[in-house]
């Protein structure tokens, strides 16, 4: 899995982006954005979403508890992308805490949230299923 997995949603738009960004604040989720080491505001998915294409990366730093944290990173208008750290991940409370954020945001955007191993883009292993409203192992478990 590699210990910073690949986190999606694909086939969005710049509204639900600003749905996700509605979701961090209503929720009231420690987070930060920033653009390289410059901490600022968040602003609207619009905004960021219209930079320049030669602009650098921006990214929000979300912790839906202390312990836990996702970092969005803006590259596309049409797909969510987000990486999660393992080794935050280590044992149930932290594991239902993230599976909890995944169905949160699946959720509010009415699709599916899929985790890939780190650089095996297309190969979910986890995800929520929008249509069964929970989160599920999407491969099989390698036993060694």
Known sequence: MG???????SNVSVEDWQAGLVLVAEKRWKCQYSEGETVLPAPRAEAVLSRPAD???PDLRVWPTAA???IFRFRADDEVDFDVDLRELQ???RLDVFCGFLRKIGRRLGKPV???A???YGHPVLGFDAEADRVV???DPQVR
């Open 68 to 70: 836990v944290s996702a």
């Open 3 to 9: 210990s910073l997995p690949d986190v999606r949603v």
């Open 91 to 93: 044992g149930q409370d």
């Open 114 to 116: 899929v985790m890939d």
């Open 118 to 120: 780190e650089g095996d």
């Open 137 to 139: 192992l999407l491969a």
């Open 55 to 57: 602009a650098e990366c």
